[in-house]
């Protein structure tokens, strides 16, 4: 098929993929990949693995994670209201008031997340953080058995999958962490093969991300790449408030975030830096002292050793309804990796 990037990118936008519930998004990921990749398949985790030149002496593996951060429906009550569990990391101050789908056997449920309105809560109520177990959803049921009719405990339930485009090139919505990330791994391996690469390159749509990394460290084990990239959001610090000091200077559009410390190897980062000096492509520079809270955390210390980088999207907003980033910090992205999977040859080393 030929290939539509705009139109991949509003497919992963509307497609449920709550950590462990990613089937839905990974089908998308695989109908595009299967127009330019060849193998491309699905482990029994449900990381689906796309690939070019698989016989290459050097495998490179590209991870992006596909999850998002959403629900789990976990008690029905006598009413037919729907009690949850999160998935993820979650302000609960973003659910308040929220619409919501819960995603069942037979399709989306709409719902609303309700709590006691401000004119029933009491003086000390006030006061307080509103707290998960002060929250429901409604799906409109007049009791358990009607709602049950329709729910099970255990599906899985997001905000309502959607994006708004902004002025100057920006995309807002829910799942932008971290569907940009596979957006730019699939999207680098399709101009790379343009490229005539030697090596074997892998863009891998990884599950799980959001409870512990867990999809990463199956598929790294499983490739065995000598070099991998883990390609995720990052904070923006264009934002009132931001504390530059700590998280250094981040801006939509001003391009992918190169990161620098100890969970990224030190030629991989060099080599990104050359080739976006060679390229044209504008890219900006953070630290990162610890081991990054993505899948290059796992990445790195997959068997033996990876050399590892990371390439990251600037978001802001991060973990809420209205994630927001740059299209042009995505194109730039996936430009800059098809460069750097088609400059690899397997006399390069990476030993710092």
């Not at 482990?43 to 030149?53: K, L, P, Q, S, Y």
């Not at 698989?54 to 037919?80: F, N, T």
């Amino acid at each position: 098929m030929d290939a539509d990037p705009r139109q991949f990118l509003d497919q992963l936008l509307t497609s449920p993929g709550v950590s462990g519930y990613e089937q839905p998004v990974q089908a998308v990921v695989r109908e595009y990949a299967s127009g330019f990749a060849q193998p491309v398949e699905t482990d029994v985790h449900g990381n689906v693995f796309a690939g070019i030149n698989p016989e290459g002496k050097v495998r490179i593996m590209l991870a992006g994670h596909c999850d998002q951060i959403g629900l789990l429906v976990s008690w029905i009550d006598d009413a037919g209201f729907l009690f949850f569990q999160t998935v993820g990391g979650w302000d609960p101050q973003q659910l308040v008031g929220q619409a919501v789908d819960v995603w069942t056997a037979g399709g989306p449920v709409p719902g609303v997340i309700g709590r006691k309105p401000i004119h029933l809560l009491d003086e000390n109520e006030r006061k307080q953080v509103a707290s998960l177990k002060s929250m429901w959803i409604d799906i409109g049921s007049r009791s358990r058995d009607e709602a049950a009719s329709r729910v099970r405990v255990g599906d899985s339930v997001t905000l309502p999958l959607q994006s708004r485009e902004l002025a100057n090139s920006l995309l807002a919505g829910p799942a932008l962490d971290n569907r940009c990330g596979v957006w730019v791994v699939m999207e680098a391996l399709r101009r790379s093969a343009l490229l005539t690469p030697t090596a074997a390159i892998w863009a891998v749509s990884t599950v799980q991300e959001e409870i512990g990394l867990r999809g990463a460290q199956t598929a790294a084990y499983h490739l065995a790449p000598q070099i991998g990239i883990a390609v995720d959001v990052t904070h923006a610090t264009d934002f009132p408030d931001s504390d530059r000091k700590q998280q250094g200077q981040i801006k939509l559009g001003g391009g992918p975030v190169i990161q620098r410390g100890p969970n990224v190897n030190p030629r991989i980062a060099d080599r990104l830096f050359e080739l976006a000096a060679e390229k044209d492509i504008p890219v900006q520079l953070a630290a990162l002292g610890r081991a990054a809270s993505n899948d290059s955390n796992v990445l790195q210390i997959s068997r033996s050793g990876v050399a590892t980088g990371i390439v990251a999207i600037p978001n802001r907003y991060m973990h809420s309804g209205v994630e927001t980033v740059s299209l042009d910090d995505l194109e730039h992205a996936a430009n800059l990796l098809a460069a750097f999977c088609a400059s690899i040859t397997a006399d390069q080393s990476f030993v710092p």
